[in-house]
């Protein structure tokens, strides 16, 4: 399984665009690349997945280069609200597969 | 929605005692899974499921069992607990396969062994 490298912690203030930046050197060809979401005394939610170049969706983007060892998860205009831990992950779909988090990047919004 | 169900939210048991955690899905999803989260270390998958009656260990299955005899449930068995499993456990389950690998989580279980 491929394993994920994303920074520990960030701030950044309402209103900004926020991008987090995950390495993943050793992602196979089948691999998928997901990004969750988890505020405090809750489970993760799923974000927003791709494979390749750029997925969009009502909450976020998602850039991957055509190497596919790193993606950017972008969030625009965040708010207070958006103050949670993001993890990324790296996976085939394969009906077999398991579903590994790492320690993921604790955003913080400021006012 | 997908609907995934833990059965407590708080529990609070003993040293030494067997302690069950039922986790139960409704949207008829191939897979569930096993995590514990604890300060500083993420989510650790314990233990996983690809079906009914099929498990495969995760980063850190010692100390644990499971039991899947039905697609929708998926149990994790605390054999003897003991104070090192103080932790919040999530349950999840993902439909597997090519459509999607998005997995739905319960709202956890904070153990505590005293």
């Known amino acids: 399984l491929a394993k994920t490298t994303q920074p520990i912690s960030m701030d950044s203030y309402e209103g900004q665009e926020v991008n987090i930046t995950c390495s993943h050197n050793?992602?196979?060809?089948?691999?998928?690349i997901t990004w969750y979401q988890q505020f405090p005394s809750q489970g993760p939610r799923f974000i927003i997945q791709g494979y390749k170049t750029k997925v969009t969706n009502e909450v976020a983007s998602l850039f991957i280069p055509a190497d596919r060892k790193s993606s950017t998860l972008s969030l625009p205009r965040v708010s207070l609200s958006d103050t949670a831990v993001y993890y990324c992950l790296v996976g085939s779909r394969n009906r077999d597969d398991k579903i590994i988090f790492g320690k993921g990047t604790r955003l913080h919004i400021l006012p | 929605d997908v609907k995934v169900t833990q059965s407590s939210r708080y529990l609070v048991k003993r040293t030494g005692e067997k302690v069950f955690l039922e986790c139960v899905q409704d949207m008829d999803h191939e897979n569930m899974f096993w995590y514990r989260q604890d300060p500083g270390l993420g989510l650790r998958l314990i233990y996983f499921?690809?079906?009914?009656?099929?498990?495969e260990k995760g980063d850190i299955p010692e100390g644990y069992s499971v039991s899947r005899e039905k697609k929708e449930r998926f149990s994790l068995i605390l054999e003897s607990a003991s104070t090192n499993q103080t932790s919040m456990y999530l349950c999840?389950?993902?439909?597997?396969?090519?459509?999607?690998?998005?997995?739905?989580f319960g709202q956890g279980t904070r153990l505590t062994v005293v």
């Open positions: 050793n992602i196979a060809t089948n691999d998928y």
């Open positions: 999840a389950s993902s439909s597997g396969g090519s459509q999607s690998t998005e997995a739905f």
């Open positions: 499921s690809y079906d009914v009656k099929m498990k």
